[in-house]
């Protein structure tokens, strides 16, 4: 069976640190993968999404930014966190021609 | 732009139906209706999609109107445990993004 994982589940960073957060597929080969970001008490914002190994389309500007270095692996970064980035970020995959999105567990994250 | 339009909030009593509505008077002939669920602090999840015809699984119905300008989930017997957060979104499939509103703040009451 496929299972999405994303890690940490929790962080805590000050403004101006960098940011490195990991979402890894199993079970499935070559899925489109999405990283969102929810507001507190928003809806999801979708960030950026890929279709294959290093091919990432980005859907909103701002200081983060996304890899695919591995076609299960997507990793969400940013060099200088700003108190504007905190939120929820959610990872998910879906089949290439598929119908269904799952997401991971998510990451909240918290910028002091 | 989520291309939908859900209240803000609806209530509904343990062990009857909850109707969830969303207008998507916008809608292109080649895109579909999908419905997700977020429970609070956890990842959204799939429901249901249609296109045309009424679906039906073991979660959920959908049933969209004739011109497909909205639809309604139904949860036929509400429980507790469905208050969640209700996000329908239009996409066509398959394609590369998944749009989310607002969605519709469910509480279902004992």
């Known amino acids: 069976s496929q299972t999405i994982h994303q890690w940490p589940a929790t962080l805590v960073q000050p403004v101006g640190s960098p940011l490195s957060l990991e979402c890894t597929v199993e079970g499935t080969s070559n899925p489109n993968l999405y990283w969102y970001r929810q507001a507190a008490g928003r809806g999801l914002q979708l960030l950026f999404y890929s279709v294959g190994i290093g091919q990432i389309s980005s859907e909103v500007p701002q200081n983060l930014s996304a890899s695919r270095p591995q076609d299960r692996q997507f990793i969400l970064s940013s060099k200088k966190l700003l108190l504007s980035d905190s939120g929820f970020y959610l990872c998910?995959?879906?089949?290439?021609?598929?119908?269904?999105?799952?997401f991971g567990p998510g990451t909240r994250l918290t910028v002091t | 732009d989520a291309k939908t339009t859900q209240p803000p909030s609806m209530d509904c009593a343990e062990g009857r139906a909850a109707n969830l509505p969303c207008n998507h008077s916008t809608i292109s002939g080649n895109e579909y209706v999908y419905w997700y669920r977020q429970i609070h602090s956890q990842g959204p999840q799939y429901i249901i999609h249609?296109?045309?015809n009424n679906e039906t699984n073991e979660m959920a119905s959908l049933i969209i109107t004739e011109d497909r300008k909205s639809s309604t989930l139904i949860l036929p017997h509400a429980t507790l445990r469905d208050t969640a957060v209700y996000y329908c979104i239009v996409r066509v499939t398959p394609n590369n993004d998944m749009r989310f509103g607002a969605g519709t703040r469910l509480t279902v009451k004992p």
């Open positions: 998910a995959w879906t089949y290439p021609q598929g119908y269904e999105q799952y």
């Open positions: 249609g296109l045309k």
